[in-house]
C-alpha cells in the first residue's frame, strides 16, 4: 500500500551489511520543495550474486511534494573498475510494467568489458511496478477465471460483459492501489529519473531503454535536455502516435512475424504447419477459431482458451531465437490436442508462476497505458478500430481490439498525451531500429530519430524485438562505442 508520510528525514539509517554510498550527491538544478528528496542518501545492501539492493523515496507528485512518499527499487551491478569514470548507466527494459530490478544481473553479464568497467549498471522498476510502491488490482484466482472464460466483445452481450469486466478492475485498481494509480503516468516516471540521477551522483543521466523504455528516455530528453547525456533508444515508440495507430501498427508486425516464422519452420523437418506460408497461417487461423468454442486441456486443468492461445504465440515472436518454442507449442495443439505448451508460453506472457501468483506487469501496464493515452471507448469507435485491426492483421488483429474500455473505465484522466518530441539542447542520442521487429515496428525508430533535434538512428536488419546484445556484433560495437567514447557513425548505420 501507498504511504502517504511526508518525507522529513534525508538519508536513512544505514543497516547491518549495507554499504553507503561514497559519490558525491548532485544537487544543482533541484525542482523547488524537491530538496529533500535529491539530497537523500542511497544505502547499497548486497543482494543476488554480485549485485546491490537500494531503495530511493520519490514524491507521489512531482508538483505536489507534501501529497505523499512512494518507493523506488534499485538494484546495482558494480563497475568492475578500480574507479568509476563514468558514472551509472540506468536501465529499463519496456513494458510498461517490466521490471528493471529483476532482469538487470543476468543483463549486465552480458555487456562488453569496457562497459562493464566503465559504469555502474543500475536496473530499477519505475513508480508502479515491480518492487518499488506498485500498482495492485486483482488476485491470480481472479485473473485465471478471466481468462478460462474470455469474451467475445463483437457481439452485443459480450461486449456488456467486457465493459462490466473493466469496470471491476477499474474500481478494485482503484481501491487497492490508492493515491498511486493517478500518478503512474510516463512524465512522472522521466522526473524520477531525474531525481535517480541526481542521488546516484551523476551531473547527466546516462541511459539505456528498451521499447517502451524508448517512451520513457524521449520524455526525459523532453523535460531535461540539459541534464540528457549519452542516451540509446532501441526498438523505439513513436511518442506521437495516439493509441488506435499504435495498437493498429504492432498488430500488423506481429502479423508480419508470424508469417515469418511460419517461412522458417515450413522447410524444417517436424515443423507442424504443412503447405504455402498461406496456408500454414490459415493453419493457425483454424487452429484459433475452434479454440472459440472448443478450449484445449492442459496439463494442470486449466483450459486453454482461445485469447491464451493468441498470448502464447505473439510471446515467442518477440525473440525469433525461440521461435522453436512457438512450433513445438503448436505442434502439440495441432497434432495432439494439447494446450499445456501454449498455456506455458501464455503464462510467461501474463506473468503468472506456477504457485498461480501473477507479477504486476499487466496491471501496472494499463495503469500507465491509461494515464498516457486517450481514447475513445464508444461501441463505434471501438468497432471502427476493429475493423481497421483486422484488416492490418487477418489472424491477430481481432485479439488486439477493445483494450479501450479498460481506459475508458479508468477512474483517471490522461495526463501525458501523446506528442512529438524534440529534446532541443539535449546531445546526441543513439535511436536503434530493427527492421523486422514486431511490438516496435522499424517506422517507429525512424520517427523518434526524426523528431529527437540530436537524433541518429542504427538499423539493424532482422528479426526479433530490440537489437542491442542479442548477438549482432555491429549493432553492439556502435553503442558500446558511443556509451564510452561518445562516438557515433558519420552517416546513419546499417548492420
Do not use: K
Not at 542511497?42 to 514524491?59: L, M, R
Not at 536501465?91 to 538487470?104: D, E, K, L, Q, R
Not at 488483429?397 to 483494450?403: A, I, L, P, T, V
Not at 526524426?450 to 542479442?470: D, I, K, N
Amino acid at each position: 500500500m501507498l504511504s502517504l508520510t511526508v518525507l522529513l528525514a534525508a538519508a536513512p539509517v544505514t543497516g547491518a551489511g549495507a554499504v553507503p554510498r561514497t559519490a558525491p550527491v548532485v544537487t544543482a538544478q533541484v525542482p523547488p520543495g524537491l530538496e529533500p528528496f535529491y539530497a537523500q542518501e542511497i544505502v547499497w545492501t548486497p543482494c543476488g550474486v554480485a549485485a546491490e539492493c537500494a531503495t530511493v523515496s520519490a514524491p507521489l507528485d512531482h508538483a505536489d511534494p507534501a501529497a505523499g512518499v512512494i518507493d523506488l527499487a534499485l538494484t546495482r551491478v558494480p563497475s568492475t573498475g578500480a574507479a568509476v569514470p563514468q558514472g551509472s548507466l540506468l536501465v529499463n527494459f519496456g513494458g510498461p510494467g517490466g521490471s528493471g530490478t529483476a532482469a538487470i544481473e543476468g543483463w549486465a553479464a552480458g555487456l562488453d568489458p569496457g562497459v562493464r568497467a566503465a559504469y555502474d549498471v543500475v536496473g530499477f522498476d519505475p513508480r508502479g511496478v515491480g518492487s518499488s510502491t506498485a500498482v495492485d488490482c486483482v488476485d491470480g484466482p481472479t485473473v485465471d477465471a478471466w481468462r478460462a472464460d474470455p469474451v467475445d466483445p463483437d457481439t452485443p452481450e459480450g461486449l456488456a460483459e467486457l465493459t462490466a469486466r473493466a469496470e471491476l478492475f477499474a474500481a478494485a485498481c482503484a481501491a487497492t492501489t490508492g493515491p498511486l494509480l493517478g500518478e503512474v503516468d510516463t512524465d512522472s516516471a522521466a522526473r524520477d529519473l531525474d531525481l535517480l540521477r541526481a542521488v546516484l551522483g551523476d551531473d547527466r543521466l546516462t541511459y539505456l531503454g528498451y521499447s517502451y523504455g524508448t517512451l520513457l528516455g524521449a520524455a526525459y530528453i523532453e523535460l531535461f535536455p540539459e541534464r540528457t547525456g549519452r542516451f540509446v533508444l532501441d526498438a523505439a515508440v513513436d511518442p506521437a502516435l495516439d493509441i488506435a495507430d499504435l495498437s493498429v501498427q504492432q498488430a500488423a508486425g506481429f502479423e508480419r512475424s508470424l508469417r515469418v516464422f511460419a517461412a522458417s519452420c515450413l522447410p524444417q523437418d517436424g515443423c507442424p504447419l504443412e503447405g504455402t506460408v498461406d496456408e500454414a497461417v490459415a493453419e493457425i487461423d483454424a487452429l484459433l477459431e475452434r479454440l472459440e468454442t472448443q478450449p484445449l486441456p492442459t496439463a494442470d486443468g486449466r483450459p486453454l482458451t482461445v485469447d491464451d492461445a493468441v498470448a502464447g504465440i505473439i510471446r515467442p515472436l518477440y525473440e525469433d531465437r525461440v521461435w522453436w518454442l512457438l512450433g513445438q507449442a503448436l505442434g502439440r495443439a495441432l497434432d495432439h490436442g494439447d494446450g499445456t505448451a501454449l498455456m506455458f508460453l501464455a503464462d510467461s506472457a501474463y506473468g503468472r508462476s506456477p504457485d498461480g501468483t501473477y507479477s504486476n506487469a499487466n496491471e501496472a501496464n494499463t495503469a500507465i497505458d491509461c494515464l498516457d493515452y486517450p481514447v475513445d471507448d464508444s461501441p463505434a469507435a471501438m468497432a471502427a478500430l476493429d475493423a481497421r485491426l483486422q484488416e492490418a492483421a487477418p489472424t491477430l488483429g481481432d485479439y488486439f481490439s477493445h483494450d479501450e474500455a479498460y481506459c475508458g473505465a479508468w477512474p483517471h484522466e490522461p495526463v501525458s498525451p501523446p506528442a512529438p518530441v524534440d529534446g532541443a539542447g539535449a546531445g546526441p542520442v543513439l535511436v536503434v531500429g530493427g527492421t523486422g521487429d514486431p511490438a516496435t515496428p522499424y517506422a517507429w525508430s525512424e520517427a523518434l530519430a526524426e523528431q529527437l533535434a540530436g537524433g541518429h538512428l542504427l538499423t539493424r536488419e532482422g528479426e526479433g524485438h530490440g537489437s542491442y546484445l542479442r548477438g549482432n556484433l555491429c549493432v553492439d560495437e556502435v553503442v558500446n562505442g558511443y556509451l564510452l567514447q561518445g562516438v557515433l557513425p558519420a552517416q546513419e548505420r546499417t548492420c
